[in-house]
């Protein structure tokens, strides 16, 4: 017993290293990997304060990028509207009425941004309380963005397209052909499509929006345009580098997407494969 | 002993506000961020409480993972680089650097220039291999670590110049 005693005494340093070490150790291996709840995050009340703050004042850099943006969109918007109206001037995409829609939409905004290293997350002020859940899917105007990971009470953490873990079900528009976007980890300006069958008929410039297979972004957000096209020697798929529209280093107001018949999917598929 | 314990305090929350305000936003180059807020572990008493060291730099780390959301990345290199502080004290200034004491904040001489280049890059190593965790990714993590140390080696010493006491 006494000599347990002066052991720890002698290693106190030691063991305390080892502690210490063990415990950011099981942090680390726990935020790598999936589907794990993150303790250490920065959607918590203390770092968001301080990023909402950071934010506050580097949101005045790019006032006029932003402004054109949301201009872009309002036309587009606009377009949709006015060509919906028919000869008779009543509005032939009548919209739907409330309690019956699939998808809501929230309104958010980036106030931190990582794209430097291999697993990116961003942190969005809003959170449970504006209604923002975990799996959700968040775009803006120019494409999609990522998939929230985890909320608090007013903020929450987004991992992003540029996450080597991160994988979104997407389609080339033309031909219908599914494959899985992921990212090689290298470029922020691009991702990869992955596994496309050798049926489908690529050519570079071809726009690549979300498949509707997923039940976490709706069909035809867009995504890119191919850049390149390579044969995967293993499996004989084709591998697609596909060029972002959105420029994921500047990034301000998002939209949140919540596909509110995800559930119930969900639940039926879960039956299904405990059948 | 309580004005050092102040100054260190002070020293903590000052390097680490500047690193989550400023220097996380650098990304020269589209990757590189220096990380100057490991000068706390660097510049910590040469004879002060080794226990206290290894917690202070566990949270200092932590602090910086809540912000960049790595898990435990920080913590553990700076865990590690907290505990072979005296192993990297004995290698740049002798066997003797407890009985001469050492002032890490004099002139930039050759000893010195080491000690604060080895504890750079034992803490981006360690930093690097944990945040990225891949093998095939090898080479980005050995590159990371080269740039990034450069960085953050040249900021460390101008801080060091900068908040160096005047001398009387």
Known sequence: ?275 | MNSTFITNSLRFVMLLAIQVVIFNNINFLGFINPYPYILFIILYPVNGNKAGLLMASFFLGLIMDMFSNSGGVHAAACVTLAYFRPAFFRFSFGVSYEYQTVKITDKLSPERFSFILIAVVTHHLVLYLLEIFRFNFIWDILLRTLLSTIFTLLLCIIIIYLIKPSKR
């Not at chain 1, 939209?255 to 018949?261: A, D, Q």
């Open chain 1, 1 to 275: 017993m006494q000599q347990i005693f002066n052991f720890i005494l002698k290693n106190s340093n030691k063991l305390l290293f080892l502690l210490l070490l063990g415990i950011s150790l099981s942090l680390t291996i726990q935020s790598h990997s999936y589907h794990r709840s993150r303790y250490i995050s920065s959607a918590n009340a203390f770092t968001g304060f301080v990023y909402e703050k950071i934010n506050n004042v580097k949101e005045y850099l790019n006032l006029r990028e932003q402004n054109n943006q949301l201009a872009f969109e309002n036309a587009e918007l606009k377009k949709l509207l006015y060509n919906g109206v028919d000869s008779l001037g009543t509005n032939v995409s009548m919209p739907k009425p409330s309690g019956l829609e699939n998808i809501k939409v929230y309104n958010a905004k980036v106030i931190n941004n990582t794209f430097n290293s291999k697993e990116n997350y961003l942190t969005l002020l809003g959170g449970e309380k504006d209604g923002l859940k975990a799996d959700m899917g968040v775009v803006n105007s120019l494409g999609v963005v990522g998939i929230i990971e985890k909320t608090s009470s007013s903020y929450s953490t987004v991992q992003s397209v540029l996450n080597v873990k991160s994988q979104i079900n997407a389609k080339i528009k033309k031909s219908n052909h599914f494959g899985s976007l992921i990212w090689n980890g290298r470029n922020v300006g691009f991702a990869q499509l992955i596994d496309v069958p050798r049926l489908a008929s690529v050519r570079k410039g071809d726009t690549i929006v979300t498949g509707g297979r997923s039940e976490i972004f709706p069909e035809n957000i867009p995504i890119g345009t191919i850049d390149k096209v390579y044969i995967d020697k293993a499996t004989n798929y084709y591998t697609l580098n596909v060029r972002l529209f959105n420029d994921m280093t500047n990034l301000g107001h998002v939209y949140v997407i919540e596909n509110l018949k995800r559930a119930e999917i969900q639940k039926l598929e879960e039956e299904t494969k405990n059948e």
